[in-house]
């Protein structure tokens, strides 16, 4: 666990902005990247959907790791990662961005047109195949949005699902990454310490195609037959990971995060 220091801030290799809820500290440099509890223990849920992903058939996913940031004389929970594009990559772009260039509109607005998850996750997938000649993204968007449901990721807009175009201009696709605002992260607004885990459970909302995550997994089941998610962890692996936060994280946080996990491992028991 390694303590990063103001002088990070200070580096001419470092770049930095917010995250999608605007609270949580991202930072570039030397290669890692580096991103701040703002709202709760986002550091956890990302490290241990990582951590949990590596016993599962998804082959490519960004890992995350235990950082303590020091900032303005303070010290908060964070991870890093390593960045993820190779030599032969140019840049990381979101599928946003992709349909502000080649659509004219963003994906959230077209998408928006189509009157159930599954038409408008058919778009987008079809959208991407044409505009990168990428195929069977689909399956990836299953891929997405399989792991967030398992995970209770809230906050998988289209800023974060992304396609990778090589300096050659073709395209691969992205590993798995930003699971910060899974298993009820956000404790500062949405879903407190104080609140009971059913209430957190009444009150999440998937995207982005639709408000319910099983209602986005069943369509990608309906449209697309390849890929299919298999689990090999157990609740065991899951107390052993959050053993090794104990003294770092609230109790009643671990706790959270344990009985989230049993209650989706029960639900998606087919995944397992």
Same mark, same amino acid.
């Given at each position: ?35 701040? &509890?703002? #709202? ?6 990302? !490290?241990? /959907?990582? %951590? +949990? ?5 998804? @082959? ?22 390593? &960045?993820? #594009? ?6 990381? !772009?979101? /599928?946003? %961005? +992709? ?5 004219? @509109? ?167």
């Amino acid at each position: 666990m390694t303590l990063i220091t103001d002088k990070l801030q200070m580096t001419g290799q470092e770049t930095k902005w917010t995250s999608s809820k605007g609270n949580q500290n991202k930072w570039f440099a030397d290669g890692m990247w580096y991103k701040e &509890d703002g #709202l709760g223990y986002e550091a956890l849920a990302e !490290i241990l /959907v990582s %951590r +949990l992903l590596a016993k599962t058939n998804v @082959e490519t996913f960004v890992s995350y790791e235990y950082e303590q940031v020091e900032r303005n004389g303070r010290q908060y929970h964070g991870c890093r990662s390593a &960045d993820f #594009l190779l030599p032969d990559d140019d840049k990381l !772009i979101s /599928v946003e %961005r +992709l349909f502000q260039a080649y659509k004219r @509109e963003g994906a959230a607005q077209k998408a928006a047109q189509f009157e159930t998850a599954a038409e408008r996750i058919r778009y987008i997938a079809e959208s991407i195949e044409e505009i990168t000649g990428l195929n069977n993204f689909g399956d990836y968007l299953r891929k997405v949005l399989t792991v967030d449901a398992l995970f209770l990721n809230e906050d998988r807009h289209f800023h974060n699902i992304a396609v990778i175009q090589k300096k050659d201009g073709t395209f691969r696709e992205c590993p798995l990454f930003d699971h910060g605002a899974s298993l009820f992260s956000d404790t500062k607004s949405d879903y407190p310490l104080e609140m009971c885990l059913e209430e957190c459970f009444q009150k999440i909302q998937a995207k982005p195609f639709s408000r319910c995550f099983d209602e986005q997994l069943d369509a990608c089941e309906i449209l697309y037959g390849g890929f299919r998610f298999h689990a090999f962890f157990t609740m065991k692996d899951v107390e052993l990971l959050l053993e090794e936060f104990r003294g770092l994280y609230e109790e009643r946080i671990l706790i959270r995060v344990l009985e989230t996990m049993g209650q989706q491992m029960r639900k998606y028991a087919y995944l397992f």
